[in-house]
């Protein structure tokens, strides 16, 4: 990383940004140009591991470019505060952003239900929801195994 300034390392800072972001970009390995797609999401955190869920069908060109190649770039960002300066040049915006690399897959089962709870979880934490047969055989559900993940944040004081 090149701004080490911005760098954040320490994982429950990581998990924080996460937990404000609330789309994450997902990139695929496409012939000529990379293909990125913007997916809600949602996460599970082990003492050791980080995944990242995403709901969506299960047909089109990110499951093609998935069974094709199953590593994918993901982003997401958030507390975004543009700062005005005297000269336009000089200004600058506030923001935390993530940045990782991962393998995606397909989930079934068990760890269907229990991503599709990290989804709803994320986005209405501490709600009573329930999941028909119906509505749980017709969504798919992907893991993305994090494998490398950097955090930034820049927040001035002015």
């Known amino acids: ?13 990581i998990i924080k940004i996460i937990k404000k972001c609330d789309v994450c ?3 695929f390995f496409d012939r000529e140009y990379p293909y990125i797609v913007p997916l809600n999401f949602g996460f599970i ?3 050791d591991a980080l ?4 709901h969506g069908a299960g047909s089109g060109k990110k499951m093609s470019l ?5 590593h994918v770039a993901f982003e997401m960002d958030c507390d975004h505060k543009l700062i005005k ?6 200004y600058t915006m506030e923001y935390e952003s993530i940045i990782g ?20 979880d994320k986005y209405d934490a501490g709600a009573n929801y329930n999941f028909t047969n119906e509505s749980v055989a017709n969504v ?9 993940i950097t955090a930034k944040r820049l927040k001035l004081n002015c």
């Open 66 to 70: 998935m069974a094709n190649n199953p």
């Open 140 to 148: 798919t559900v992907l893991k993305l195994t994090v494998e490398k």
């Open 101 to 120: 690399y991962g393998r995606i897959c397909q989930v079934y089962g068990q760890e269907k239900l229990l991503g599709l709870k990290a989804i709803m």
């Open 51 to 54: 995944f990242l869920y995403f």
């Open 25 to 27: 970009r997902l990139a």
């Open 45 to 47: 955190v082990t003492d």
């Open 1 to 13: 990383m090149r701004r080490k300034d911005r760098q954040v390392v320490e994982r429950n800072e």
């Open 85 to 90: 300066r005297e000269e336009a040049c000089s």
